[in-house]
Protein backbone atom coordinates (compact mmCIF):
# COMPACT_ATOMS: atom_id res chain seq x y z
CA UNK A 1 0.00 0.00 0.00
CA UNK A 2 2.53 2.16 0.93
CA UNK A 3 3.80 2.28 -2.94
CA UNK A 4 1.10 4.08 -4.21
CA UNK A 5 1.63 8.06 -3.53
CA UNK A 6 -2.89 9.07 -4.07
CA UNK A 7 -2.32 12.92 -3.73
CA UNK A 8 1.12 12.85 -5.73
CA UNK A 9 -0.54 10.50 -8.57
CA UNK A 10 2.56 8.29 -8.89
CA UNK A 11 3.24 5.13 -8.09
CA UNK A 12 6.94 3.71 -6.18
CA UNK A 13 8.31 0.30 -6.82
CA UNK A 14 11.18 -1.74 -6.94
CA UNK A 15 11.41 -3.70 -9.68
CA UNK A 16 11.86 -7.38 -8.94
CA UNK A 17 14.19 -8.14 -12.40
CA UNK A 18 16.28 -5.33 -11.46
CA UNK A 19 15.94 -4.10 -8.10
CA UNK A 20 15.72 -0.46 -9.05
CA UNK A 21 13.38 1.66 -8.87
CA UNK A 22 10.76 2.94 -10.71
CA UNK A 23 8.14 5.85 -10.54
CA UNK A 24 5.37 5.68 -12.39
CA UNK A 25 2.46 7.91 -13.06
CA UNK A 26 -0.94 6.65 -11.67
CA UNK A 27 -3.32 7.70 -14.14
CA UNK A 28 -6.79 8.48 -13.56
CA UNK A 29 -8.37 4.93 -15.01
CA UNK A 30 -5.72 2.93 -12.80
CA UNK A 31 -6.60 5.15 -9.84
CA UNK A 32 -10.18 4.25 -10.35
CA UNK A 33 -9.48 0.56 -10.71
CA UNK A 34 -7.55 0.43 -7.89
CA UNK A 35 -9.79 2.29 -5.14
CA UNK A 36 -12.77 0.37 -6.66
CA UNK A 37 -10.84 -2.97 -6.24
CA UNK A 38 -9.55 -1.64 -2.75
CA UNK A 39 -13.06 -0.60 -1.58
CA UNK A 40 -15.12 -3.44 -3.29
CA UNK A 41 -13.06 -6.40 -4.59
CA UNK A 42 -10.33 -7.20 -2.16
CA UNK A 43 -10.83 -9.75 0.72
CA UNK A 44 -10.28 -8.15 4.53
CA UNK A 45 -6.64 -8.89 5.39
CA UNK A 46 -4.22 -7.17 7.51
CA UNK A 47 -1.42 -7.78 4.85
CA UNK A 48 0.02 -4.29 3.17
CA UNK A 49 -0.24 -6.10 -0.14
CA UNK A 50 -2.76 -4.59 -2.22
CA UNK A 51 -3.33 -8.29 -4.31
CA UNK A 52 -3.92 -10.81 -2.45
CA UNK A 53 -5.22 -14.63 -3.16
CA UNK A 54 -9.35 -14.64 -2.94
CA UNK A 55 -8.94 -18.24 -2.16
CA UNK A 56 -8.44 -19.59 1.38
CA UNK A 57 -5.87 -18.95 2.45
CA UNK A 58 -5.97 -14.84 1.90
CA UNK A 59 -3.17 -14.04 1.77
CA UNK A 60 -0.47 -11.89 -0.61
CA UNK A 61 1.14 -13.94 -3.39
CA UNK A 62 4.72 -15.44 -2.53
CA UNK A 63 7.45 -13.51 -4.31
CA UNK A 64 8.51 -15.29 -6.62
CA UNK A 65 4.79 -16.88 -8.13
CA UNK A 66 5.10 -15.45 -11.69
CA UNK A 67 1.34 -16.19 -12.14
CA UNK A 68 1.93 -18.89 -14.72
CA UNK A 69 -1.69 -20.98 -14.51
CA UNK A 70 -3.73 -17.60 -14.29
CA UNK A 71 -2.44 -16.17 -17.76
CA UNK A 72 -2.18 -19.91 -19.00
CA UNK A 73 -6.48 -19.79 -18.47
CA UNK A 74 -6.45 -16.57 -19.41
CA UNK A 75 -5.06 -17.48 -22.92
CA UNK A 76 -7.70 -20.45 -23.09
CA UNK A 77 -10.56 -18.40 -22.45
CA UNK A 78 -9.43 -15.88 -24.57
CA UNK A 79 -9.20 -18.56 -27.92
CA UNK A 80 -5.50 -17.48 -28.05
CA UNK A 81 -3.11 -20.18 -28.52
CA UNK A 82 0.09 -19.86 -26.52
CA UNK A 83 2.87 -21.32 -28.53
CA UNK A 84 6.36 -19.90 -30.05
CA UNK A 85 8.85 -17.50 -28.64
CA UNK A 86 6.92 -15.12 -26.72
CA UNK A 87 4.73 -16.82 -24.28
CA UNK A 88 2.65 -15.42 -21.50
CA UNK A 89 3.39 -12.42 -19.35
CA UNK A 90 7.02 -12.19 -22.06
CA UNK A 91 3.73 -11.74 -24.73
CA UNK A 92 2.49 -9.09 -22.69
CA UNK A 93 5.95 -7.61 -22.26
CA UNK A 94 6.51 -7.42 -25.83
CA UNK A 95 2.76 -5.99 -26.14
CA UNK A 96 2.85 -2.96 -23.76
CA UNK A 97 5.98 -2.11 -25.66
CA UNK A 98 4.70 -2.01 -28.87
CA UNK A 99 1.91 -0.36 -27.70
CA UNK A 100 3.92 2.50 -25.62
CA UNK A 101 5.89 2.95 -29.04
CA UNK A 102 2.98 3.46 -31.08
CA UNK A 103 1.49 5.76 -28.96
CA UNK A 104 4.98 8.35 -29.16
CA UNK A 105 6.56 7.01 -25.70
CA UNK A 106 10.11 6.87 -26.09
CA UNK A 107 12.26 4.07 -25.87
CA UNK A 108 14.12 5.44 -22.46
CA UNK A 109 11.27 5.40 -20.97
CA UNK A 110 9.42 2.26 -22.32
CA UNK A 111 13.25 0.51 -21.17
CA UNK A 112 12.40 1.81 -17.67
CA UNK A 113 9.12 0.77 -17.42
CA UNK A 114 10.01 -2.70 -18.62
CA UNK A 115 12.93 -2.75 -16.11
CA UNK A 116 15.64 -2.76 -18.64
CA UNK A 117 19.43 -1.56 -17.59
CA UNK A 118 20.13 -0.69 -21.72
CA UNK A 119 17.55 0.81 -24.65
CA UNK A 120 19.15 -1.98 -26.75
CA UNK A 121 17.21 -4.73 -24.63
CA UNK A 122 14.23 -2.79 -24.84
CA UNK A 123 14.40 -2.62 -28.85
CA UNK A 124 13.96 -6.79 -28.80
CA UNK A 125 10.22 -5.68 -27.42
CA UNK A 126 9.27 -3.02 -29.98
CA UNK A 127 7.97 -4.24 -32.80
CA UNK A 128 7.79 -2.37 -35.86
CA UNK A 129 4.15 -0.53 -36.48
CA UNK A 130 3.90 -1.45 -39.86
CA UNK A 131 0.60 0.60 -40.78
CA UNK A 132 2.12 3.64 -39.06
CA UNK A 133 4.97 3.06 -41.32
CA UNK A 134 2.82 2.74 -44.61
CA UNK A 135 1.03 6.08 -43.51
CA UNK A 136 4.26 8.32 -43.23
CA UNK A 137 5.64 5.92 -46.37
CA UNK A 138 6.62 8.26 -49.33
CA UNK A 139 5.09 7.62 -52.89
CA UNK A 140 7.23 5.95 -55.62
CA UNK A 141 6.30 9.26 -57.15
CA UNK A 142 7.53 11.19 -53.97
CA UNK A 143 10.95 9.17 -54.04
CA UNK A 144 11.74 9.66 -58.13
CA UNK A 145 11.87 13.26 -58.30
Not at 6 to 30: F, G, H, N
Not at 37 to 65: D, K, Q, V, W
Not at 100 to 105: E, I, P, Q, S, W
Amino acid sequence: MEDIHWREQRIVLVQSKTQQPLELALLADVDDALSDYLRHGRPSCTAREIFLRHMRPIAPFANRNNHWAVMARALRTAGITDSGPRRGFHRLRHSLATHLLRDGVVLDVISNVLGHTSIDATRRYTQVDLAGLRSVALSEGEVCR
